[in-house]
């Protein structure tokens, strides 16, 4: 088996349309879209297949948009090869992703985390204040001079992204980013200015960093089942202690996706994957690394990236760690998988999101704890379930199979000696 990498692309990666190739084929997806759209109360399945493309590209909608396609992606990839990843990178946003797949965040609170993230994002700046442009052609020396130098005279213009050795992306003021272009244009640069809301990893996000400091502090983070790289650093995070400060640090300074990189290159990885919309990391690694075989789940067939990890040795070890399945998580599963035939926005807050918050919670607590969920809190999770099949007007005999199998995988029916499942009535 190969030395893998997964990677995991950011915002601009979005299109309308993501994640149907992977949606219609798999429960898997399915599972994801529903627990993100209990998670943030609106359909996200729907906003990325069916919606319109400027709401998708809104930076609050396409963080949690591109977040939840790009584990659907990361998830299928395991399932389905059981490749084992030797270490985990995202860009900006994708290292948010990066963080969740390998365990640190879970899926709920890292896409209502991104949510949030955009929204801080896009009001640290007055809509206009801000642009960002990339830089082509020329290195990283001559790009830095001269948003040095335009810093002390226009404006905040800084480097935001150094992506491959001659594409770096510069964010600021839009007067000083203007200037900027000029002078760089002057050297021989190609210059493109890009479509997005805010200036985005400058010191103008300074505000937005604060904001997101605090969010993170309501957030329990777990121990990390892979290594994942740093953005900010260029390094891997020494444990899930670190990742307040580091996803902090990154909305106001550059991604140094290129130390990324080479990093990556220095553990020897042969394989790199990228999970997720579209395919613009792997142009980059294309670009930067040689030797490396690279693949964009979203262009690739699965079965040409199989044949690639099975025909590269590796002395990689690392094993996942699969969670323990009891009732509570298994409630927790058939809550995000089952159908939702009912679109009355407080009804669903009330009888899904609501109850699947509390449930979600009481799973957090017993992640942290290692522990085993007691008859109460089995009782909440079974009566939560009840509730949701009855908001999302789930047919009788769905219902009956899918009680049955909650039963049947955890081995508790006998703990309910009253529980009527077609009243949903838990007893005792």
Known sequence: MSKLAVVFPGQGSQYMGMGRKWYENNLTAKQYFEEASTRLGFDLRKLCLEGDLEELTKTENTQPAILTVSMIAFRLLLEETGAVPYVLAGHSLGEITALTAAGGISFSDAVYLVHHRGKYMQEAVFPGMGAMSAINGL?????????????????????????????????????????????????????????????????????ASDQLFEHLKSIHFKQLRYPVLSNATGELYKSELEIASMLTKQLTEPVLWTECMKRMEEFGVDVVIEAGPQGVLTHFMKKSMAKQSVFAMDKEELSTIVKSLETKPSSNKATIIKPKTNLVTKCIAITVCTRNRNWDNDEYQKGVVEPYRKVQKIQDELDRTGGEPTIAQMKEALEMLSSVFETKKVPLEERLERYQQVFNETGTRDLFPDFDPIGASVGG
């Open 139 to 207: 290195m990283k020396d001559q790009v830095e001079e001269i948003c040095f130098n335009v810093s002390r005279q226009c404006g905040v213009v800084v480097p935001s992204n150094y992506n491959t050795a001659d594409q770096i992306v510069i964010s600021g003021e839009r007067d000083a980013v203007s200037e900027a272009e000029v002078q760089l244009t002057r050297m021989g640069a190609i210059v493109i200015p890009l479509k997005v809301s805010a200036p985005f990893h400058s010191p103008l996000m300074s505000s």
